[in-house]
């Protein structure tokens, strides 16, 4: 897992075998896999609520890596209920939301991992992976 500094561009998305967590299934870590759209091979990522990740700000702020628009138009963020503008102005599922950068093990393309979690609701803990795309 690392962050993303330098402009990027989304070349494609790939399929999450498992997209969201709730509650207990999220603790310690929620795993899941998705395959490389280069070569299909099959990658592991495990994302620790409040340890894994970087704040979406980043990507979007000064339009350094990535712009809203381009966020917005893939599909990777939507924008925020005015009654959680507070998280930010781009949210998954209008909760925190957090991407992290990671790499195929067998032929390193580069992949975006965005996602969101926290308190849905007293008692309903949900972590939400929006999905991986591929960038170059």
């Known amino acids: 897992m690392y962050s993303i500094s330098e402009k990027i561009s989304i ?3 790939t399929s999450v075998e498992k997209s969201s967590f709730i509650n207990d299934e999220a603790l310690p870590s929620a795993i899941t896999t998705f395959s490389c759209c280069d070569c299909g091979n099959k ?6 609520p409040y340890e894994s990740g ?5 990507l979007y702020n000064e339009n350094k890596v990535l712009s809203k ?3 917005l138009k893939q599909g990777i963020v ?4 005015q009654r959680v503008l507070h998280f930010g102005e781009l949210t998954v599922n209008d909760l925190p939301t957090l991407y992290f950068g990671t790499d195929c093990t067998s032929c390193h393309s580069k992949y975006i991992c965005v996602f969101s979690y926290g308190e849905k609701q007293p008692g309903l803990e ?8 591929k960038y170059e």
């Open 11 to 13: 070349t494609g998305k």
């Open 43 to 48: 990658n592991t990522i495990a994302i620790a």
């Open 54 to 58: 970087y704040p979406i700000f980043q």
């Open 69 to 71: 628009d381009e966020l």
């Open 78 to 81: 939507n924008e925020t209920s």
């Open 126 to 133: 949900i972590l939400t992976i929006s999905g991986i795309w």
